[in-house]
């Protein structure tokens, strides 16, 4: 079964720093292009950062450019999300998303998701 | 970047309606738009990329058509688990930007 789980969200005072991660299973991970997806509370979905599947990359967001970093460790089927100088706006579920496939038609529509970690940044 | 911009932000309908969702994007993606439906407390889940090719397991109530700019999701007749929100996304250049979202319901 192809999964994907996110773990180290959590709460963090703005200008701070954390790192998020995505455990894959059950597919050949270094093949695939992988994002990072957010939501806030309430909100609607916005893309922030991610691999291609032609391993291409990485990709950011306006939002986040220079201050999030995303890397992947094939070797241990784990994508990262390494989050500095927070701000209130980047409170959000992140979600770990899988391109559909290996085809260049598959790249960026995402078939696979996590089940998300929260970050909330507030003091 | 390519904004996505769907209507109506939100639809009231009923069950067996025929509704249809438009997303139009700032500039032309070719047939690069994916959809999905996402539930409250669930995570997204794929409905139709490509356009209009409907992903594995998707009833066939649910279609997408569109090229270029303008891109619309269709369900023929509204079921009672199909109320949620709908998002479009394009994947033609990064980054890849969602539209806002339209919720439907009852």
């Known amino acids: 079964e192809v999964q994907l789980l996110e773990s180290g969200g959590g709460l963090v005072q703005p200008g701070g720093s954390l790192r998020i991660s995505c455990a894959a299973s059950?597919?050949?991970?270094?093949?695939?292009?992988m994002s990072w997806v957010r939501q806030a509370p309430g909100k609607g979905l916005e893309w922030v950062s991610g691999?291609?599947?032609?391993?291409?990359?990485?990709y950011y967001a306006e939002s986040v450019k220079g201050r999030f970093t995303i890397s992947r460790d094939n070797s241990k089927n784990t994508l990262h999300l390494q989050m500095n100088s927070l701000r209130a706006a980047d409170t959000a579920m992140y979600f770990c998303?899988?391109?559909?496939?290996?085809?260049?038609?598959?790249?960026?529509?995402?078939?696979?998701w996590g089940q998300g970690t929260m970050v909330t940044v507030s003091s | 970047d390519i904004q996505m911009t769907q209507s109506p932000s939100t639809l009231s309908a009923s069950v067996g309606d025929r509704i249809s969702i438009t997303c139009r994007a700032s500039?032309?993606?070719?047939?690069?738009v994916a959809w999905y439906q996402q539930k409250p407390g669930k995570v997204p889940k794929l409905l139709i990329y490509?356009?209009?090719t409907l992903e594995n397991g998707v009833p066939s109530r649910f279609s997408g058509s569109g090229s270029g700019t303008d891109f619309t999701l269709t369900i023929s007749s509204l079921q009672p688990d199909d109320f949620a929100t709908f998002y479009c996304?394009?994947?033609?250049?990064?980054?890849?930007?969602f539209g806002q979202g339209t919720k439907v319901e009852i």
């Open positions: 998303a899988k391109d559909r496939g290996e085809a260049v038609a598959d790249w960026g529509s995402f078939d696979i």
């Open positions: 059950g597919f050949p991970f270094s093949n695939y292009g």
């Open positions: 691999f291609s599947g032609g391993r291409g990359g990485p």
């Open positions: 500039q032309s993606i070719s047939t690069w």
């Open positions: 490509q356009a209009s």
């Open positions: 996304q394009q994947h033609s250049s990064y980054p890849w930007t």
